[in-house]
């Protein structure tokens, strides 16, 4: 597993980790921000972002029928982590501005779901793959 520190070198290297003024979807001001397109960009250091993530994972949720990513940004992670924990991976789109299941995706009922998502500001788009779920 990766350090803190060793994330944020990787990050650094891979220059995902952007430093100055930002202002988040929410709103929010931060001074340090993460494109992971950036990361993504270099396959072999983003392999050990999510193998870190994936042993983290495995250690909290050792039960995990399924990975839901929400499209566009958490498919290439989501596919990774899903990946490295040998689990079935789907994603959802937005039709009509809401996340919903198409290409033949379905979940099953009482299925334990991971909702993997590339950066957090807000959260919406979480909580509403997790409102998908429960649906």
Do not use: W
């Not at 193998?51 to 029928?65: E, G, Q, R, T």
């Not at 596919?79 to 039709?95: D, K």
Request: net charge positive.
């Amino acid at each position: 597993m990766l350090s803190y520190k060793d994330s944020l070198k990787v990050l650094k290297k891979t220059r995902a980790l952007l430093e100055g003024h930002f202002i988040l979807s929410s709103v929010l001001h931060s001074n340090k921000y993460i494109q992971c397109s950036k990361l993504l960009s270099f396959p072999n250091h983003a392999s050990k972002i999510c193998n870190s993530l994936s042993k983290k994972i495995l250690k909290a949720f050792p039960l995990v029928d399924l990975i839901l990513s929400p499209a566009l940004g958490g498919i290439i992670i989501g596919y990774e982590i899903g990946r490295q924990l040998n689990t079935e991976t789907i994603f959802c789109e937005r039709v009509g501005g809401k996340f919903k299941l198409r290409r033949g995706f379905s979940i099953k009922k009482n299925a334990k779901v991971l909702i993997i998502e590339d950066v957090i500001t807000t959260g919406k788009s979480s909580l509403e793959c997790a409102k998908l779920v429960k649906k």
